[in-house]
């Protein structure tokens, strides 16, 4: 196995050489509210003392998408650092690094863990630790990405993230030079075996030529990218987009000028890689057929033709840990037991044992399990996820996720707090945005009507 470049591990455990601006965008104003309060208390552990912190709320009617979103997320930055006598635009022109996080949207695909935080995705507890007034704290899932995504902060440039996604380069990371830079993990133009052993049809690909510069391409089926391979032109290598950006200050500023009627009108719903790298990327005849002729006239106008695209390569066998749905976060949240670099970069205690205790003390009858914030009088499990629970008794397999009082015994899935004192049920490998509408697993309601109970204000 590949190892970790372990200079880039240490900036990411050493935030204050982060970004200078840090953006967040909120999904609501009590969620705005949460963050400036609780990153202010733990800021120089996953920020940096030196950041300047603006989170903002994406108010948009039936959302922005993450394109149109980033250009919100800019101009209500850039307000309320008016507000406060300085600009965004002009902290770039000095030199300074600017990131954005984005948080909004329901967690669908967690649920049913987003219930115990009002509905708030970015707030789902990951096995790490931070210190609050001197007492350890559960890390929060935003937490973790701003600590690991501080290392990407670059003078000059705007970086653009996902709040759900942790990743740590097997290679020596580059510096990006092009104008857009998407963080993606590099390897050989795959053939149909290798397209279905990686599983690429779940990712966007970055198509690499010779001169190194590379065209976006949204999901794709293997039938559906050998017949694009002759529009495509010659290939020498491809990579599976992770989605996140670097982008030089004069790319958002033209983004920003061309898009400033939806921006005013605050009601179309635009992502990045359909509505602007495929454009800008994709030979003409292709980039016609693929996005619409007047969406590639509109953009390559704008900039005056096609645009330098660079893959920032974190390296095909790149450690990745993703928190977005229910299935990946129990199983990054497991991962901790035997992976010491994610122990690293989350601040998770070594094991004690054979089970991991995070920001609680260890605790017997814990076997192979991870133990977060939690306390029992009796305890006896096995190869169990224990979130944020206070119980009296809690005893099999499985995921316990917010739980208070009683005996709870767990049968192998997830099992959590319904937010009025009740439990609510689901398997860990369940999709809820596949079912959001439909009562399942024995639960009162359905996802969507508990969203719709405790969702943000």
């Known amino acids: 196995m ?52 603006v989170v903002t709320e994406e108010v948009w009617t039936g959302g922005a998408g993450n394109g ?5 997320g800019l101009e209500q930055a850039e307000i309320e650092l008016n507000r406060r006598g300085r600009s965004l635009w002009q902290a770039l022109a000095d030199g300074k690094s600017v990131g954005m996080w984005h948080t909004a949207g329901q967690g669908k695909r967690l649920y049913p863990l987003p219930i115990h935080h009002n509905g708030d995705k970015s707030r789902t507890i990951v096995p790490g630790e931070l210190t609050i007034d001197g007492s350890a704290v559960p890390m929060r899932l935003l937490e973790a990405v701003l600590r690991q995504t501080s290392a990407f902060a670059e003078p000059g440039r705007i970086g653009v993230f996902w709040g759900d996604q942790l990743t740590l380069p097997t290679v020596r990371m580059q510096r990006p030079t092009a104008p857009v830079a998407l963080l993606g993990r590099l390897g050989p133009v795959p053939d149909a075996a290798a397209w279905k052993r990686l599983g690429l049809a779940n990712y966007g690909l970055l198509a690499v030529r010779a001169d190194g510069s590379a065209m976006q391409l949204e999901k794709l089926q293997w039938s559906e990218f050998d017949a694009l391979r002759l529009g495509l032109g010659p290939l020498t290598a491809a990579a599976t987009s992770l989605g996140s950006f670097s982008m030089t200050a004069a790319v958002g500023q033209r983004l920003m000028a061309l898009f400033a009627p939806e921006l005013a009108g605050r009601v179309a719903k635009l992502d990045t890689d ?112 224990i979130v944020d629970c206070d119980v009296d008794q809690l005893s099999g397999s499985g995921v316990a996720y917010g739980l208070r009082g009683g005996a709870h015994i767990l049968t192998g899935d997830v099992c959590a707090t319904d937010g009025q004192g009740g439990t609510v049920t689901a398997p860990t490998h369940s999709d809820g945005k596949a079912n959001w509408n439909v009562p399942l697993h024995g639960n009162a309601k359905s996802w969507s009507a508990y969203a719709a109970d405790y969702s943000l204000k």
């Open 68 to 72: 149109l979103g980033t250009l919100h």
């Open 2 to 53: 590949s190892l970790v470049d372990s200079a880039f591990l240490q900036r990411c455990c050493t935030p204050e050489q982060g970004f200078d601006v840090v953006i967040v965008v909120a999904s609501s104003r009590e969620s705005s509210a949460f963050w400036q309060q609780r990153l202010g208390r733990v800021r120089s552990q996953v920020l940096g003392t030196h950041a300047e912190l």
């Open 274 to 385: 359909p509505g602007w790298w495929m454009p800008l990327t994709l030979p003409e005849p292709l980039a016609n057929r693929l996005c619409g002729h007047d969406a590639v006239s509109r953009l390559r106008s704008a900039f005056d033709g096609p645009v330098r695209l660079e893959v920032l390569n974190v390296g095909e066998t790149a450690r990745w840990w993703d928190f977005g749905t229910l299935q990946s976060w129990h199983a990054s949240c497991r991962a901790v037991l035997t992976s010491p670099e994610l122990r690293q970069l989350l601040n998770t205690p070594d094991p004690t044992g054979d089970s991991c205790f995070v920001a609680c003390s260890p605790m017997q009858g814990a076997h192979n399990s991870v133990i977060v914030a939690a306390s029992a009088a009796s305890l006896n499990v096995t190869d169990a996820v």
